[in-house]
């Protein structure tokens, strides 16, 4: 019984020193899964102990079957390299809009065209999440989608719903899934995504 007893406080304590240094969880600690909470929506679930990390992100990336090259589709580092400033001020806005009828704000940076949507999510709760078109010219085309603040996405400390907005994620393909800290990729994964039709 002591043995036990000390295990757990040995693992409770290596647990907060995850939690205090930040330190990414093993890279198959996370799974990808596909449901659908109501008619017409898809819900993208990541189970990924998330809330160990400061300031983390989710980044989505749709590749069409046109693609050239799969493996092409790298993540953009978003929210470490540009949610900052007015763009925060503008993220926490369209967060603010959520609570009621929702937004819809245009964004470009570094020559990209996004949108910030402010919805309820299918958990009910105001979220924000950035999304783009990647155009049929790009060899990796399809769409994007950046979740920030996820506790609203979350259900506990381990997972997350995230809804993929049907007017850019329309097409199926291929699902490239970055787990980030910052700038660095903690957790990737990818999942056949079967899209919403047209």
Not at 10 to 23: E, H, Y
Not at 100 to 105: N, R, S, V
Not at 124 to 153: E, M, N, Y
Request: glycine letters at 8%; a negative charge; charged letters at 20%.
């Amino acid at each position: 019984m002591v043995r036990l007893v000390t295990a757990l406080v040995v693992a409770i304590c290596l647990l907060g020193c995850l939690v205090d240094l930040g330190v990414a969880a093993p890279p198959d600690a996370g799974v990808l899964s596909l449901v659908q909470p109501r008619i017409g929506q898809q819900t993208l679930l990541v189970e990924y102990p998330w809330k160990v990390h400061q300031r983390p992100s989710v980044e989505v990336r749709l590749v069409t079957k046109d693609a050239i090259d799969q493996s092409g589709a790298r993540p953009l580092f978003f929210v470490n390299e540009h949610v900052k400033g007015e763009l925060l001020v503008k993220v926490y806005q369209c967060l603010d809009a959520a609570e009621g009828t929702g937004t819809t704000e245009p964004l470009d940076v570094d020559d990209i065209e996004m949108e910030i949507l402010g919805r309820r999510n299918s958990l009910g709760k105001p979220s924000v999440c950035l999304v783009r078109t990647v155009p049929g010219d790009d060899p990796t085309p399809g769409a994007g989608a950046i979740f920030c603040h996820l506790q609203a996405w979350s259900t506990n400390q381990a997972m997350l719903c995230l809804d993929l907005p049907r007017p850019y994620f329309s097409e199926s393909g291929q699902l490239h899934v970055w787990f980030l800290r910052g700038d660095k990729v903690v957790w990737e994964e990818q999942i056949d995504w079967p899209g919403y039709g047209k």
